[in-house]
């Protein structure tokens, strides 16, 4: 099994049209999407309490007065938000109303929408000629990605420069009215600083894949478009990951990309699954 094993790859050729689903099938699939929430936010409790227990909350040496408690409301104010998303959930349930169709995606229209802003992104990073490569969109959701194995030099491929991953979670969203949803964890356990960034997009899945969504290129693009419809906070000159997407580069090896602030623009860059986290680096993430 090679380490591309789960990612579904653009060819040129036209994309099968998605046989829509019964609403018995969309009832079925938003009632499992629930019990996962339920199941989620009850560990979510169970990790509030332990932090609680621990004093995590307290102010740290060196801290402000205050950040304590700041982390302590952050953290009940996600889990009310969690209750009230599985509150919205059984209420549609319970309504009998018709659910939406889950959105088709088509590769060429988001290839399009993405090849302007990577010719600009690689021009930036390597010059004319190669922002020149060959786009080439895949769709795969970052939840069944092996991590370390596209980390592992055998995974590079330089032949392969131009391929990039998209979240089929997180294309084609108004991110201008999602604002309030950008969630930066400030859980990130400090034993992975200086572990492969490979580990941090495991702990990612592992920790949120039921609350949380992965933002990748689509919301890099964004912020770099829409410097003002960013969060605030996000503007403290640290790097935000979006590992939602992950880029090959020029060598053929699979970088995640971030963008961060520099006083009155965002810059953007990425760095390799392989290389070291680092303990100012920050994650988006979007509430589901």
Do not use: C
């Not at 090679?2 to 009632?31: D, Y």
């Not at 600009?120 to 020149?132: P, Q, R, V």
């Not at 939602?244 to 995640?256: A, E, P, T």
């Amino acid at each position: 099994m090679t380490p591309e094993t789960n990612i579904q790859m653009a060819t040129g050729a036209e994309t099968p049209e998605k046989p829509a689903k019964t609403q018995a099938e969309l009832r079925q699939a938003l009632t499992k999407r629930a019990e996962r929430l339920r199941l989620a936010t009850l560990k979510q409790i169970d990790i509030y309490e332990d932090r609680l227990a621990k004093g995590d909350f307290d102010d740290q040496e060196d801290e402000p007065a205050g950040s304590g408690e700041e982390r302590k409301l952050q953290m009940r104010k996600e889990l009310l938000k969690a209750d009230k998303r599985l509150d919205k959930m059984k209420e549609q349930l319970a309504s009998g109303e018709e659910l939406p169709q889950e959105p088709i995606l088509d590769l060429e229209t988001l290839k399009t929408q993405n090849k302007a802003f990577l010719q600009e992104t690689f021009k930036l990073w390597y010059g004319d000629a190669k922002s020149k490569v060959e786009q080439v969109p895949l769709i795969v959701d970052p939840k069944t990605q092996d991590y370390p194995a596209l980390a592992d030099k055998k995974a590079t491929d330089a032949t392969k420069f131009g391929q990039y991953t998209l979240n089929p979670e997180t294309q084609n969203l108004d991110w201008e009215t999602l604002k309030d949803k950008i969630f930066i964890p400030d859980d990130i356990p400090a034993s992975l600083n200086g572990r492969p960034l490979s580990e941090v997009a495991d702990y990612l899945i592992k920790t949120y894949k039921y609350t949380h969504q992965l933002p990748g290129l689509e919301y890099w693009k964004f912020m770099i478009e829409n410097p003002n419809q960013v969060p605030a906070q996000m503007k403290d000159g640290n790097p935000y990951f979006n590992f939602g997407s992950l880029v090959r580069n020029s060598d053929g090896r699979w970088f995640v990309p971030y963008a961060r602030w520099y006083g009155s623009d965002w810059r953007r860059y990425a760095d390799w699954l392989g290389n070291d986290w680092d303990a100012d680096s920050r994650v988006v993430l979007l509430e589901i």
